[in-house]
């Protein structure tokens, strides 16, 4: 800063010309025909660079100008610079560079400057998420490209290449403390002499025990370095191919996890893990093949190779985190319910069976718990309860609910048995999230008619062509959004009391109520011919859903008493049924505690997202390992107030925001007539005419 | 010492007692009751234990001896400890307790005490080689053994297995900065609760890139830890299973190297690899069948599982290193004979394809220069020239001499081209030292008459049964040493001269002298019937022999002239041939500079017991990683006057010591009758009678 008072009085003077550096202010004074890259680089200014100034990489760009020399009345910087070289046109030629842009390796300070670095230029890129008020990250990942001139070998002072390559990483980019594997030591002595003695080397910084691994070498100058984020679900595998250099996400792909053809879900994949010898190795097979099926989609799809792949990031439940290890995963099947494995942990890649870079490293996030797995650990990573200064909920629900509960002040986490009934499984006509189902459901009060919308649909069923459109797909159920809605529908038209009996009475008023079995059924739909099933809502289903939600409001209940709390400040819902739910309906029917509804918001697929956070910044591996630690883990089973909590919110609330806001007033109308039901007589409802 | 210096007189007073542990006189005061392996880690005694005190392992035994008290008049010393407990019994009964013995975790202090910890209960057991004047080696494996009791997991505090794996080794044994591997983790759970809660796990300290590793785990107590040595030369593999807790060599197993299908020689093996597309692939999948199937021999030899081998450690030279790591050797076949690598390497021995232990570790000695290899760092490591006081030269003869000269000043090395001449190849009746093949022989100056021994018979050639005793294996040729032998006893009775030109005057004083096209051939043996080869020393034997003694003295000469001596003060010969040869003969032929005979010995298979140093002590592979890098690597190709050395060198010298001794003045006896030769009148030279 000394040298920053000295600023503009020293242009007048015989002294080194002054560089000011934008956005990050850094400044000096330079000897005459210093490089900008060297300047910014003694300066510790941020600016990328793969090829070391060879003006290769393009990574280094700068724009020269206008800034706080302006103020004081300087126009031109142009001649404060040497015009632009024959180095920098071919680059042009090659690569493009925009007219007002310059390679700093190549720009060297004739005068006093002002450089601005693009965010683009930036090592440290700013990763910015979509969501408004997500966490900003910045780009830092563990592997990083370093584009090395080599000694060629001399006679006369014998040395091994690899000895020869590590002195160049230390002399051109100052790293030291190398360790490299068979692999890469197999290629390097042809890629020296294909590259003419010049490699680009990749080299991972975060393996197992320390220090800095060459993981993959490439002759010459190789610009593609790119990691996988995978979050493994019960239901489906999801992978993000992230440039690592950019971080943008380069190809993202998705599959459903082969291991479904041995149980729908995760219980029933541990229960044949039990009663078949080595079920397990075939579990852990069926997922790391469908893990290479991603990878190599994805980077087809990127048009890169997979030996561009130089990272993977894993997350994914207990049960799913110790499959694709490779772990027997019967111990998570029961109490005391031990994880193997609850610490982070790195490993190439080639151990899990992974076919990327030979050298590729394997990052797994850390379970927290038994059944608070890797992808609670990264939803955490992704929506930060731990920076909050207000009360945080986060929740991810699948067969079991992972629950977050807290701020930068202390952190509890716990697993809910919720079930799957929330995935539309165990409900007479639920399917998963997928087209034709239901997803979004109404029920006038006044008639009890319903109208729905079917996913692979953009109309409302009482909306004009919306037979014909959903034709292709039929309307074959209801998915998990849809049950929600229809529940809350049903509650908000008084067809179902408070503690979720179906009112008997409420046939009289409508066919749609139907009489079975000594309990009474809902009817959504009934098509006229025999294109598709009648689908309905039975008591049964009603209870399903209650007991789901009663799990689920009973974890999230615990973790308030332990914090002495009534209701948290804000509410993130994870995963898909997060996505696709409407939160007032969840807030209706008691899934989540009251909290004012403009702050309950759907936290996307966190698990990817802090997957990709782990993948994009290396210093987010420590953040989420040190978190874990610092959560207190409370188990459900040995809470004897959980159960007495489960009890109590089985009926459905009667007092939320959301009730609040939606709850009508519902007069009775007069009874109706079996006529309105359809000119027929079967006693179908009517279809609503287009 | 200061309670050392109160030490006798504090019997009389109140003070606890006071214990003394010979050998290390290493001496405290410890509370009535404290157990005698509690004191001695608190004073740092070194007393093994792998049970952490729980009576199992049998490895903490100590007496309790007289001494320091006994001077002081004290003789009974058995009331100052507890009597022999149940648990000591019962250790009795299970694996024997010599009566004077007593667990020393077991044996509490009830008063002053004297404790002799016997060598064998000594963590760092001295190793000690059988050679009179080499090193001793404390036992310190990169690998140990260490019985935990783990808590079991518990719903209130939920954690992994493995955390609680980590925090046990951490408490009972203070090993911290653990990581593991996905085979530990896939039999973790199994393990601990097969073993209810108690385990033995391998730690190894050594991992690249630093920490600790988790390498195996066994149920219950596991008391079983080895590893292998292997040195992989061009012609044979030899691997020597040790036991690393005790440090003796449990079984030892050589093996044919399968490569040599694809070539006698190291380069026609490489020739091998650059005419064949995927050849070096072929080589090296043959080197690694070879390794697994001597480490199977090996632990069905001693009765081990094969998940025993925790470790293994390699060496070989700079050819045999590449094709075993899988690097291609083609580099090393031609100018400037770049090495991929010259670096120790460390890593997971399953990622060579070796099938011991999953979690077990490799580790390969570094090369030295591109053709002095990990043989000769293992023989710098094993004959430590760099802890010598005196000027030492050490040579492992190969095809090509690993040449390696100096002292704790400085140290220089290089290699020499001998060619496989002294293997025998290239010799018209040469073969390998196998049974059958001459290995010794000597020359009556007066009647040239030659008299022999054979390889796997313990009779000369002219003693009683001879020829009887070699009918099984015949006498098909003549090795290494018996050239040597051979055309050292050829010079010293006259038939050559010592520019190595056979002496065709001969002929007339003995048929033995058989003229050729020119030149001359000495006959050793001609079998009266059919029953084996005609055995013969020809002109052309005469000169490959001084072609490959010139190069090795040449390479040493040039070491000797940048160290600016004429002699060193010590020798030690490598290898098989170093093992086998007269080093009389090898001084009198010129092989090696003068010096005092008996200070040039054999070093036996230095490469292999520095291999075993290497394993058993893990501070010797930082010794050879600092030793490698301060060796100057000389490159005889590059060096003007090794030409010169190697021109001057092919004479045979006329004054060395071993000259000295042996030459007789050869008086010419009187010309023989051709009746000499046989009664058959056939010219063959007559058969020794026995």
Same mark, same amino acid.
């Given at each position: 800063m000394r040298q920053a008072a000295l600023?503009?009085?020293?242009?007048?003077?015989?002294q080194n010309p002054l560089i000011v550096f934008t956005p990050s202010g850094k400044r000096g004074r330079f000897a005459m025909g210093t490089p900008v890259l060297t300047a910014a680089r003694q300066l510790g200014v941020d600016i990328d660079s793969v090829c070391g100034?060879?003006?290769?990489?393009?990574?280094?760009q700068i724009n020269i100008g206008e800034g706080e020399f302006a103020k004081h009345?300087?126009?031109?910087?142009?001649?404060?610079v040497n015009a632009r070289t024959e180095t920098e046109a071919r680059y042009d030629r090659i690569k493009g560079l925009a007219s007002?842009?310059?390679?700093s390796c190549q720009t060297r300070i004739e005068g006093d400057l002002v450089v601005d670095v693009p965010p683009e230029s930036q090592v440290h890129k700013q990763v910015v998420r979509?969501?408004?008020?997500t966490r900003v990250i910045a780009l830092d990942p563990a592997t990083h490209l370093y584009y090395i001139e080599v000694e060629e070998p001399d006679m006369h002072k014998p040395s091994s290449d690899l000895e020869r390559v590590y002195g160049a990483l230390k002399s051109?980019?100052?790293?030291?403390?190398l360790s490299t594997d068979l692999g890469v030591l197999a290629g390097l002595q042809k890629a020296l002499r294909k590259g003419e003695w010049k490699i680009t080397c990749a080299v991972f910084s975060r393996p197992a025990g320390g220090g800095n691994r060459l993981a993959a070498i490439w002759p010459g100058y190789h610009d593609n370095l790119f990691g996988l984020a995978i979050d493994v679900g019960s239901t489906t595998i999801a992978a993000h191919l992230t440039n690592?250099?950019?971080?943008?996400?380069?190809a993202s792909a998705g599959l459903m996890n082969p291991q479904i053809r041995f149980g729908e879900d995760l219980m029933s994949r541990v229960s044949y893990v039990m009663m078949n010898a080595g079920g397990e190795k075939e579990l852990t097979s069926a997922i790391r093949g469908a893990l290479n099926e991603l990878a190599k989609a994805v980077a087809k799809q990127a048009g890169?190779?997979?030996?561009?792949?130089l990272e993977v990031v894993l997350v994914g439940n207990p049960v799913m985190h110790h499959l694709f290890l490779g772990?027997?995963?019967?111990?998570?099947?029961? *109490? @005391?319910? %031990?994880?193997a494995d609850g610490l982070a942990l790195t490993f190439p890649a080639r151990d899990m069976?992974?076919?990327?870079?030979?050298?590729a490293f394997a990052y797994v996030l850390p379970c927290i718990a038994g059944h608070v797995g890797a992808d609670a650990a990264a939803m955490a990573l992704s929506e930060a309860p731990h920076e909050s200064d207000e009360i945080m909920l986060c929740v991810d629900v699948g067969t079991n609910a992972e629950i977050i509960l807290g701020s930068k002040q202390r952190l509890l986490a716990c697993s809910s048995p919720t079930g799957p009934a929330f995935e539309?499984?165990?409900?007479?006509c639920g399917q998963r999230a *997928? @087209?034709? %189902?239901?997803?979004r459901l109404r029920i006038?009060?006044?008639?009890l008619e319903p109208r729905y919308k079917v996913i692979?649909?953009?109309?409302?069923?009482?909306?004009?062509?919306f037979e014909q459109a959903v034709?292709?797909?039929?309307?074959?159920g209801i998915c998990g959004s849809g049950i929600i809605e229809a529940i809350a529908e049903m509650y908000l038209a008084g067809i179902?009391?408070?503690?979720g009996l179906m009112d008997g009475g409420f046939a009289v008023r409508s066919p749609r109520i139907e009489s079975y079995k000594r309990t009474f059924n809902y009817i959504i739909r009934q098509p006229?011919?025999?294109?598709g099933p009648i689908i309905r809502i039975t008591q049964n289903d009603v209870r399903a859903i209650q007991m789901a939600k009663a799990a689920l409001y009973a974890g999230v209940r615990l973790l308030m008493d332990k914090l002495g709390?009534?209701?948290?400040d804000k509410i993130r819902l994870a995963g898909a049924f997060g996505s696709h739910i409407d939160m007032k309906y969840a807030m209706i029917l008691g899934l989540?505690?009251?909290?004012d509804l403009a702050r309950v918001q759907s936290a996307g697929n966190a698990a990817g997202t802090g997957a990709r956070i782990a993948l994009l910044n290396k210093a987010a591996r420590d953040e989420i390992e040190k978190l874990v630690r610092r959560i207190e883990k409370i188990e459900?089973?040995?809470?004897?107030m959980f159960q007495q909590h489960l009890v109590e919110a089985m009926a459905i609330p009667h007092k939320t925001a959301a009730f609040t806001e939606l709850?009508?007033?519902v007069t009775l109308p007069p009874p109706k007539t079996?006529?309105?039901?359809?000119a027929d007589g079967s006693g179908r409802p009517p279809r609503r005419r287009g």
């Amino acid at each position: 800063m000394r040298q920053a008072a000295l600023g503009y009085t020293g242009m007048m003077t015989e002294q080194n010309p002054l560089i000011v550096f934008t956005p990050s202010g850094k400044r000096g004074r330079f000897a005459m025909g210093t490089p900008v890259l060297t300047a910014a680089r003694q300066l510790g200014v941020d600016i990328d660079s793969v090829c070391g100034g060879r003006a290769i990489c393009g990574r280094c760009q700068i724009n020269i100008g206008e800034g706080e020399f302006a103020k004081h009345g300087i126009t031109s910087l142009a001649s404060h610079v040497n015009a632009r070289t024959e180095t920098e046109a071919r680059y042009d030629r090659i690569k493009g560079l925009a007219s007002d842009r310059r390679l700093s390796c190549q720009t060297r300070i004739e005068g006093d400057l002002v450089v601005d670095v693009p965010p683009e230029s930036q090592v440290h890129k700013q990763v910015v998420r979509k969501e408004a008020d997500t966490r900003v990250i910045a780009l830092d990942p563990a592997t990083h490209l370093y584009y090395i001139e080599v000694e060629e070998p001399d006679m006369h002072k014998p040395s091994s290449d690899l000895e020869r390559v590590y002195g160049a990483l230390k002399s051109q980019w100052d790293i030291e403390n190398l360790s490299t594997d068979l692999g890469v030591l197999a290629g390097l002595q042809k890629a020296l002499r294909k590259g003419e003695w010049k490699i680009t080397c990749a080299v991972f910084s975060r393996p197992a025990g320390g220090g800095n691994r060459l993981a993959a070498i490439w002759p010459g100058y190789h610009d593609n370095l790119f990691g996988l984020a995978i979050d493994v679900g019960s239901t489906t595998i999801a992978a993000h191919l992230t440039n690592l250099s950019s971080g943008e996400v380069a190809a993202s792909a998705g599959l459903m996890n082969p291991q479904i053809r041995f149980g729908e879900d995760l219980m029933s994949r541990v229960s044949y893990v039990m009663m078949n010898a080595g079920g397990e190795k075939e579990l852990t097979s069926a997922i790391r093949g469908a893990l290479n099926e991603l990878a190599k989609a994805v980077a087809k799809q990127a048009g890169i190779e997979i030996t561009d792949i130089l990272e993977v990031v894993l997350v994914g439940n207990p049960v799913m985190h110790h499959l694709f290890l490779g772990i027997d995963p019967t111990e998570l099947g029961g *109490a @005391p319910f %031990a994880l193997a494995d609850g610490l982070a942990l790195t490993f190439p890649a080639r151990d899990m069976g992974l076919h990327l870079n030979h050298g590729a490293f394997a990052y797994v996030l850390p379970c927290i718990a038994g059944h608070v797995g890797a992808d609670a650990a990264a939803m955490a990573l992704s929506e930060a309860p731990h920076e909050s200064d207000e009360i945080m909920l986060c929740v991810d629900v699948g067969t079991n609910a992972e629950i977050i509960l807290g701020s930068k002040q202390r952190l509890l986490a716990c697993s809910s048995p919720t079930g799957p009934a929330f995935e539309g499984a165990q409900i007479s006509c639920g399917q998963r999230a *997928a @087209p034709g %189902a239901i997803e979004r459901l109404r029920i006038d009060p006044a008639t009890l008619e319903p109208r729905y919308k079917v996913i692979g649909c953009d109309l409302w069923s009482d909306e004009a062509g919306f037979e014909q459109a959903v034709a292709d797909t039929g309307v074959t159920g209801i998915c998990g959004s849809g049950i929600i809605e229809a529940i809350a529908e049903m509650y908000l038209a008084g067809i179902i009391s408070q503690d979720g009996l179906m009112d008997g009475g409420f046939a009289v008023r409508s066919p749609r109520i139907e009489s079975y079995k000594r309990t009474f059924n809902y009817i959504i739909r009934q098509p006229t011919d025999n294109s598709g099933p009648i689908i309905r809502i039975t008591q049964n289903d009603v209870r399903a859903i209650q007991m789901a939600k009663a799990a689920l409001y009973a974890g999230v209940r615990l973790l308030m008493d332990k914090l002495g709390i009534d209701a948290p400040d804000k509410i993130r819902l994870a995963g898909a049924f997060g996505s696709h739910i409407d939160m007032k309906y969840a807030m209706i029917l008691g899934l989540i505690p009251d909290c004012d509804l403009a702050r309950v918001q759907s936290a996307g697929n966190a698990a990817g997202t802090g997957a990709r956070i782990a993948l994009l910044n290396k210093a987010a591996r420590d953040e989420i390992e040190k978190l874990v630690r610092r959560i207190e883990k409370i188990e459900t089973a040995v809470e004897p107030m959980f159960q007495q909590h489960l009890v109590e919110a089985m009926a459905i609330p009667h007092k939320t925001a959301a009730f609040t806001e939606l709850k009508k007033v519902v007069t009775l109308p007069p009874p109706k007539t079996v006529e309105t039901l359809g000119a027929d007589g079967s006693g179908r409802p009517p279809r609503r005419r287009g």
